[in-house]
């Protein structure tokens, strides 16, 4: 049985992709490697996997997949829309992040405790920003990899060494 603790959100799926069974899957966050051969959905309170007969890149996010088993738009319909999950150890072996996995993380700075959690992560200016939501505050933290402490995956926590005066709170 799939454990929930042992995965961690990768995406979405799309519209099915033609008649013979392929569907699209958005990334929210990296690409697959070569070791995935499946995704997992929350099917009634159960994660059940769906394996891939054969995985092409749409666009530098998005993929057309073949799920095992699935013969027809129709029988890929049900997929439209669910949330997909991909085991945890995929992603600790990657090289290939992106700043939207640590949407849903916890940021937490090794001086001034919890920031709060990131919601978005506003890439439309030159530097990529956390959008970190603290009750009704807004705060905004540089995604730059020399400000970040440690990532805990298990427990969805980003922890920032950030320079004094960066966040006030």
């Known amino acids: 049985m799939l454990k929930k603790e042992d995965f961690v959100y990768y995406g979405k799926f799309l519209k ?7 569907i699209g899957l958005q990334s929210d966050g990296f690409t697959l490697g070569d070791d995935c ?3 997992a959905c929350n099917i009634d309170g159960i994660l059940v996997p ?7 890149p749409k666009s530098h996010d998005t ?33 290939e992040l992106t700043w939207s996995y ?13 920031i709060g ?19 009704n505050d807004e705060i905004l933290i540089p995604a730059q990899e020399e400000f970040i402490a440690d990532i805990d995956h298990d427990n969805k926590e980003i922890i920032f060494n950030l ?3 960066l966040v006030s709170m």
């Not at 959690?117 to 009750?135: A, P, Q, R, S």
């Open 102 to 114: 640590f949407k849903g993380f916890t940021a937490i700075d090794t001086t001034l405790g919890n």
């Open 16 to 22: 099915p992709h033609g008649t013979k069974g392929e």
């Open 117 to 135: 959690e990131i919601v978005d992560v506003d890439d439309n200016t030159i530097n990529t920003l956390f959008v970190v939501e603290k009750g």
């Open 50 to 56: 769906f394996f891939f007969e054969n995985i092409r």
């Open 163 to 165: 320079p004094e005066g």
């Open 63 to 95: 993929y057309i997949v073949k799920v095992e088993r699935m013969e027809s738009a129709e029988d890929v319909r049900f997929l439209t829309n669910r949330d997909a999950y991909i085991p945890k150890q995929w992603v600790e072996d990657s090289d």
């Open 37 to 39: 051969d499946f995704v």
